[in-house]
């Protein structure tokens, strides 16, 4: 037989956990053909002699979405070593999309991308979404679930109460019509407008449409610093009540007076387990988080969507208001000024060239360098020049709860990263090094060096475990008859080089990176390859 391609003299990391061992991989067609000692010559062959030959990594959490009509490369991802993605996390996915906010939805959408670059949202359905992006090809295979927020707000726009009866048939109808396109599941990002208004019930009835047809339940909590234990406890009775399984999206113990409270979640998914709930978490390897500069503000601000939002921050009587519930909290909502204070916000992206060198600051620095009168001040006119499209990055962990959830078997890896890339219009802030750096942070600094984990298990956390989660049970295994997604490092030299302050660096160590069969790493740069597809769950 003629192979396309053999990667020779490897030390084979299967995905499931097993110890590496030495072979060559044979590769046909898109797929592994043969694991061996191969003695044919192929057309490319690769030594990797000292490396280490894996599964292509699977982003059980990516915001790699939305993006990728203009930015098909999704180099940062692909350099990770990074092949599948599951995108349409938090809440948030590009479809289904309603003439109802779609004119809003267009304008912020304007408002995100850089200059001279736009992306007409045309299509509505989620089948019709996936068939764009399927016409463009991509770096990395694409696998989408559906948001609860996108199909919410086609259902009824953005408003601050619960769906009236016919809304939520309408909302039922949309996430049924999702999973027959091959939707892998429901996302939640409760901390989120529209999210944010959804009782439990309104969460259930959607996650058992879900489960009809295969799917999950990933969810962003409802608060993962003070209200973190009652939040786990919705997402599990979603599950129990639903009979869905359940992911718990980027798990983290967000607020200094909780430190230590891993010990305590872990338990409650092993006791969740226990009683035959299917629950499973994943995490990002760092102490801070990263979301939208809107987030500061308390949910009822957030009433009727965006432009709404802006309209009341430009009302002094409605911003004492918020400024008010920011200093006194509010119940059931995640307030992270209050709670992790203003030291630990950074702005880290902006639209505007005047506000270029605030990026980088904490909201206290802003303000001295605004000469505003306080940090309140300071948030809120920043919000109305960007109009709202800024980000943050805010620091609330431990890293002894990040290697507690590392270490246990329910967890696996993540990045909650969009697509970005080190020069060109998508270069843009100072975006959350987990950007960049979440798989080889994890092989370099957490197996090689602290030792919390070993490359065997790592890899298992990024591949067959995943791949399992999802039902993508064609990919995450090294094994012929598999897709030929396949991440070879160097277990001397694999490591993360984006940081908070510089975070566009792609890594060192991962010379090769094969998606479907073709080279999209090689030697460690990017081939321009988008052998990447979009993934449809299949239904029987
Ligand atoms: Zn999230």
């Known amino acids: ?24 991989v044979g590769i046909k067609d898109g797929k592994i053909a043969v694991i061996s000692h191969i003695k044919v010559k192929s057309a490319r062959e690769i030594d990797a002699k000292g490396l280490i030959v894996a599964p292509g990594f699977i ?17 940062n991802i692909i350099h990770q070593g990074i092949t599948t993605v599951m995108a349409g996390q ?7 999309l309603s003439d109802l906010i779609r004119e809003e939805a267009q304008r912020g959408s304007d408002a995100q991308l850089p200059e001279g670059i736009s992306l007409e949202l045309s299509w509505s359905s989620f089948d019709e979404y996936l068939k764009m992006e399927e016409k463009t090809g991509l770096g990395a295979n694409t696998a989408h679930m559906v948001g609860h927020g996108a199909i919410r707000s086609a259902a009824m726009g953005n408003d601050a109460r619960a769906p009236r009866k016919e809304e939520l048939q309408i909302m039922r109808k949309l996430m049924k019509e999702a999973m027959l396109s091959g939707a892998y599941g429901l996302t939640t990002g409760l901390i989120y407008p529209p999210g944010i208004y959804a009782k439990t ?53 967000a607020s200094s007076t909780l430190w230590g409270s891993s010990v305590e979640t872990l338990r409650m998914f092993e006791d969740a387990r226990g009683r035959g709930l299917d629950i499973t978490v994943d995490q990002y390897p760092y102490k801070a988080g990263s979301t939208s500069l809107m987030t500061l503000l308390p949910p009822w601000a957030h009433d009727g969507g965006r432009d709404a939002a802006l309209e009341r921050l430009r009302d002094p009587k409605l911003r004492a208001r918020m400024r008010g519930d920011i200093e006194n909290g509010l119940d059931g909502w995640e307030n992270f000024a209050k709670e992790l204070g203003w030291d630990n916000v950074y702005v880290t992206s902006v639209i505007s060239e005047e506000n270029k060198s605030i990026e980088g600051m904490n909201i206290t620095q802003i303000k001295e360098h605004r000469g505003a009168e306080d940090e309140y001040t300071a948030v809120f006119e920043v919000l109305l020049e960007e109009e709202g499209a800024a980000g943050m990055v805010i620091f609330y962990g431990d890293e002894e709860d990040v290697k507690r959830i590392m270490r246990h078997p329910l967890h696996m890896v993540g990045t909650d990263a969009g697509c970005c890339t080190v020069e060109g219009p998508f270069c843009r802030g100072k975006p959350h090094p987990r950007h960049y750096g979440t798989y080889p942070k994890i092989l370099g600094k957490y197996v090689r060096e602290e030792k919390v984990l070993t490359w065997e298990e790592a890899v298992r956390k990024m591949t067959s475990f995943p791949a399992q989660r999802f039902g993508i049970l064609d990919r995450g295994l090294l094994r012929p008859g598999m897709w030929a997604d396949i991440t070879v490092f160097d277990p001397e030299t694999v490591i993360d080089r984006a940081t908070y302050k510089d975070p566009h660096n792609f890594p060192d160590g991962i010379p090769y990176v094969i998606v479907n069969g073709e080279m999209a790493v090689d030697d460690g740069k990017y081939t321009g390859a988008l052998a990447g597809r979009t993934l449809r769950k299949s239904l029987y």
Not at 1 to 24: C, E
Not at 90 to 96: L, Y
Not at 201 to 216: H, M, N, Q
Not at 236 to 252: L, N, T
């Open 1 to 24: 037989m003629s192979l396309d391609l053999v990667i020779r003299n490897g030390r084979i990391i299967d995905g499931a956990g097993n110890p590496w061992y030495y072979g060559d």
């Open 59 to 75: 982003d059980a959490h990516s915001h790699g979405d939305f993006n990728t009509l203009i930015y098909r490369q999704m180099e």
């Open 90 to 96: 938090c809440g948030s996915s590009p479809a289904p």
């Open 201 to 253: 019930d309104e969460i259930i009835e959607l996650a058992k449409v879900a489960t009809e047809y295969g799917g999950i339940y990933d969810s962003h909590i409802r608060g993962e610093g003070k209200t973190l234990i009652a939040a786990l406890n919705e997402a599990i009775e979603v599950g129990e009540k639903a009979g869905i399984p359940v992911q718990i999206s980027h798990h983290k113990i």
